[in-house]
């Protein structure tokens, strides 16, 4: 297949590109700059000059492919619902060149604390009155009646030893203050998963596509803060300490809420339906493994 990914020069996409290679795919790479696109020519990735606000460019790289996979977004958390409504457009362009042809759009989204209690799975749908303004997945669903056919891949934290996810934020804010900090006991979780598991995923869906379909990219399931807080501490020699609700705020700002989230979440559906099986190393693995080299 031919297929056109959108955050091609991004950390996943970069990893989605020897995966599809290596299956036998041939990608077209959304890149915003010139940089961009001599990394695209290097890793033998053609290259396609736009980005998610030039929707002409985006339909003019979905009509010239078999499929597409969707994981460019501007990560800026200051215009967080500014960049939520960018994405959404973008995917309706990506769609509506799309629709009719039962083409494969896979879009990529977040596993979300809708589940309490209990780890989030698959089958659980984001609630009409989410807070979280990302609206990737919703919109994605809203184009099968107009014979599109998308699928979504919901994210956790995804690491390797460079990066993992709101874990790096986490990282450079104990660096900046000097402590590692996690919020009451700790036992709030993140879900996690390895890049190269998640990159494999993405292929699988790929290859395996099914209209309306939600897969989990999940290896762990839940990873508590204070496990994080320790091993932030012990690459960078720093104490941690436990912070109160009201607390939290002083020390974390506005990524208090994201701090002591619940955020557990299930891939045994994912796993079955895909025959996807996590095999990387876990996140405080990676973490353990990182550089520390002050920045």
């Given at each position: 297949?031919?297929?056109f990914?959108t955050?091609?020069?991004g ?24 940089a ?46 500014e ?15 799309l ?20 780890p ?13 303004p ?8 809203a ?11 919901r ?24 402590v ?18 998640v990159?494999r ?5 790929l290859?395996k ?29 720093i104490p ?5 609700q009201e ?31 996590p ?6 693995a ?9 920045a």
């Amino acid at each position: 297949m031919r297929v056109f990914l959108t955050g091609a020069t991004g950390f996943i996409g970069s990893h989605i590109i020897p995966e599809l290679k290596d299956a036998g795919h041939q990608v077209l790479g959304l890149t915003r700059s010139e940089a961009g696109a001599q990394a695209l020519a290097a890793a033998g990735v053609e290259a396609h000059h736009g980005d998610l606000t030039d929707l002409d460019s985006l339909r003019a790289g979905a009509a010239a492919s078999d499929a597409v996979i969707h994981c460019a977004f501007q990560h800026d958390f200051s215009k967080f619902a500014e960049n939520a409504q960018i994405d959404e457009r973008a995917i309706k362009a990506l769609g509506s060149v799309l629709a009719g042809s039962e083409r494969p759009l896979i879009v990529s989204g977040g596993v979300g604390p809708w589940s309490p209690g209990r780890p989030m799975t698959e089958d659980v749908d984001p609630p009409a009155d989410s807070p979280t303004p990302r609206v990737s997945e919703q919109a994605a669903m809203a184009l099968i009646p107009e014979g599109v056919s998308p699928a979504v891949v919901r994210l956790p934290q995804v690491h390797d030893p460079l990066k993992q996810g709101l874990v790096t934020m986490l990282i450079g804010m104990a660096r900046e203050k000097g402590v590692s900090a996690y919020v009451g006991d700790g036992t709030s979780r993140w879900a996690a998963a390895h890049i190269l598991d998640v990159a494999r995923l993405y292929r699988l869906a790929l290859e395996k596509h099914q209209t309306g379909a939600k897969y989990h990219a999940v290896g762990e399931e839940g990873v508590t803060q204070k496990e994080i807080a320790e091993a932030i501490g012990r690459g960078l020699k720093i104490p941690v300490v436990s912070l109160s609700q009201e607390e939290s705020f002083g020390h974390f700002g506005f990524f208090a809420m994201f701090a002591s989230l619940d955020n557990p979440a299930s891939s045994a559906l994912t796993q079955e339906r895909l025959g996807w099986r996590p095999t990387g190393p876990g996140l405080i693995a990676d973490i353990d493994r990182m550089e520390w080299v002050a920045a």
